[in-house]
């Protein structure tokens, strides 16, 4: 079973930046999907952006051109750079690695957007 530990998340004013990254506990080389996922209060979780193993990528909408996915499979990792924060990005964010069926999570990682 796949560990994912998520990192970064903070206290930012509207238009910063923030980068999150997630470590996994076993080789993500060429198996795994990974993403994130955000779930605001009150909301239903969405997903934000994904990366494959071949290193295509999917955006939500409401993020194109402010946030960047990444990988490193040497290293294990998958990151979000988030730049140009607004109030709505607020949220717990979600790192996951998907491989056929199955779906792991990490624990989740606050993100607030506050002035």
């Known amino acids: 079973q796949v560990q994912l530990v998520e990192s970064g998340g903070g206290l930012v004013q509207p238009g910063g930046s923030l980068r999150l990254s997630c470590a996994a506990s076993?080789?993500?080389?060429?198996?795994?999907?990974m993403g994130w996922y955000r779930q605001a209060p009150g909301k239903q979780r969405e997903l934000v952006a994904a990366?494959?193993?071949?290193?295509?990528?999917n955006y939500a909408e409401f993020v194109k051109g402010r946030f960047t996915i990444s990988r490193d499979d040497a290293k294990n990792t998958v990151s979000l750079q988030m730049n140009t924060l607004k109030l709505e990005d607020t949220a717990v964010y979600y790192c996951y690695a998907q491989s056929g069926i199955a779906r792991y999570w990490g624990q989740g990682t606050q993100v607030t957007v506050s002035s």
């Open positions: 990366i494959t193993s071949g290193g295509n990528t």
């Open positions: 076993e080789s993500i080389f060429s198996i795994y999907t």
